[in-house]
C-alpha cells in the first residue's frame, strides 16, 4: 500500500496554535522537539523527574523545567520522549492521573501503545509522530531551514480532530518540510523494530567489527582496516542517501562495482535473510518486547554488556587515536 508523503501545504497549524504542549524527558528526542516547537512558537514546558542530569541543559537552552506531572497537567498535548521501556510505568502509576480530560498523548516511537504497556484513558487522543532520525538530526536540519521524514499515526482518536493534532506537531517539527508519512503504530513500531536489529544497529556495526576483525587476524595494520571497514561507511551512507544504492553503484569504481557484484549473497545468503524473517517473527508475537522489558526490570544486565563488549573491541582503540589525530588537525 502506498500512501501520499504530506507536507507543510497540507498541514492545518491551527491545530496545535495555543495548546500548550508538555516535553517529558529532554534527552535525545526531548531536547529537540522542544526547542523547534519553541521555534515553531508553539508554547512549550519540559516536564522532568526531581534531581534530573538534564535540568541544567533546560534551562541553559531557556526553559524553566516543571516536575513531569505538573508539566502534564497544565498540557493540551503531553509528549513522552523517556527511554521506551520507562514509558509504561511512568505513564500508568504517574501521569496518568495528571493529564487534563481531553488531553492528547504522544509519542516517538509506537511501542508502549503497540505492544499495550500503556492502555490510555478512553478521553485521550493517543498520536505517534516519529521523526526518522536522532534528536540532533531533527535540531540541525530544523535550524538549517529543512527538516527531517516523520511517520505520524492515531491510536485513539477519542475528540474526532487526533489526526489534525499530529500533522501539526510534525510540522512544527519542521517534518513538513522534508515530507510526513501516515502510518499505523503497528507498522511503525514493528519496522522499526526489526531495523534496528536485522540492519542497521545491529548488523552493521557487526559487519564493520567482523571485517576489521578478518583483516587485522591477517596481518593487515589496524589502521588499514579502520579505514577500509569502518570510516567508508560514512562515503556508502551518504551516497546511498542521496542516489540510491542504484546511483551509489554509479559513482565508485568499476573495480569496486565487479567487486561489490562479487560479494553479492556470499555474506548476505539465503540463511542470513531466513534469520531476518525470524528477528521480524520475535518482533511481532512480542517476545522481543518481553526480553527488553525483563532486561530493564533486571538493572539492564544484557544491554550493558553488549556495551561492554562494544568497548572493548579493538577497533575502538584506532578509532579513538583516528579521531584524537583529526581534531589536532
Ligand atoms: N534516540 C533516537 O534517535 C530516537 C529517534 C526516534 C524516536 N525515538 C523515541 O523517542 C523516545 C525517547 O527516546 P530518547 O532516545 O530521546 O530517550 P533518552 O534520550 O534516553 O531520554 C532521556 C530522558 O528520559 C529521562 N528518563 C530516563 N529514565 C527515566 C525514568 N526512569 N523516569 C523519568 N525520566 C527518565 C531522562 O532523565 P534525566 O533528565 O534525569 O537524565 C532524560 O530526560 C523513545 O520512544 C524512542 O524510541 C528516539
Redesign the pocket.
Known amino acids: 500500500m502506498t500512501n501520499p508523503i504530506l507536507t507543510d501545504a497540507d498541514i492545518d497549524t491551527s491545530a496545535i496554535r495555543g495548546k500548550p504542549v508538555a516535553i517529558i524527558?529532554?534527552?535525545?528526542?526531548?531536547r529537540a522537539q522542544a526547542l523547534n516547537l519553541r521555534d515553531s512558537g508553539v508554547d512549550v514546558t519540559v516536564g522532568?523527574?526531581s534531581?534530573?542530569?538534564?535540568?541544567a541543559a533546560a534551562r541553559t537552552d531557556g526553559f524553566e523545567p516543571l516536575p513531569?506531572t505538573e508539566a502534564a497537567a497544565r498540557a493540551d498535548i503531553v509528549i513522552?520522549?523517556?527511554?521506551?521501556e520507562?514509558?509504561p510505568e511512568?505513564w500508568n502509576e504517574t501521569l496518568s492521573g495528571a493529564a487534563r480530560k481531553g488531553a492528547t498523548i504522544g509519542?516517538?516511537?509506537g511501542?508502549a501503545i503497540h505492544y499495550g504497556l500503556i492502555e490510555p484513558r478512553a478521553d485521550l487522543d493517543v498520536i505517534l509522530v516519529?521523526?526518522k532520525?536522532?534528536?540532533k538530526a531533527l535540531r540541525a536540519d530544523y535550524e538549517r531551514g529543512s527538516g527531517l521524514i516523520s511517520l505520524v499515526a492515531v491510536a485513539q482518536d477519542a475528540s474526532g480532530t487526533a489526526r489534525a493534532t499530529a500533522l501539526a506537531y510534525a510540522g512544527a517539527l519542521g517534518c513538513g518540510r522534508a515530507g510526513i508519512l501516515e502510518t499505523s503504530f503497528q507498522q511503525e513500531t514493528e519496522a522499526d523494530l526489526f531495523n534496528e536489529q536485522g540492519v542497521l544497529w545491529g548488523v552493521i556495526p557487526e559487519l564493520i567489527e567482523a571485517g576489521f576483525d578478518t583483516l587485522v587476524d591477517a596481518g593487515f595494520a589496524p589502521e588499514i582496516a579502520y579505514f577500509e571497514c569502518l570510516t567508508e561507511v560514512k562515503l556508502l551512507a551518504d551516497l546511498i542517501y542521496e542516489r540510491g544504492i542504484a546511483g551509489m553503484r554509479g559513482a565508485i569504481s568499476n573495480t569496486a562495482e565487479f567487486g561489490a557484484a562479487e560479494g553479492s549473497g556470499r555474506i548476505v545468503t539465503a540463511e542470513a535473510r531466513a534469520e531476518m524473517k525470524r528477528i521480524l517473527a520475535e518482533v511481532q508475537d512480542g517476545s522481543f518486547v518481553r526480553r527488553l522489558m525483563a532486561d530493564a526490570r533486571a538493572g539492564y544486565p544484557a544491554l550493558r554488556a553488549s556495551r561492554a563488549r562494544a568497548a572493548a573491541h579493538p577497533v575502538e582503540a584506532v578509532a579513538a587515536r583516528m579521531r584524537a589525530l583529526k581534531s589536532k588537525r
Open positions: 524527558g529532554y534527552g535525545n528526542q526531548g522532568l523527574r534531581g534530573s542530569a538534564s535540568e513531569m513522552l520522549l523517556v527511554p521506551d520507562v514509558q511512568l509519542f516517538a516511537h511501542l516519529a521523526p532520525g536522532p534528536g
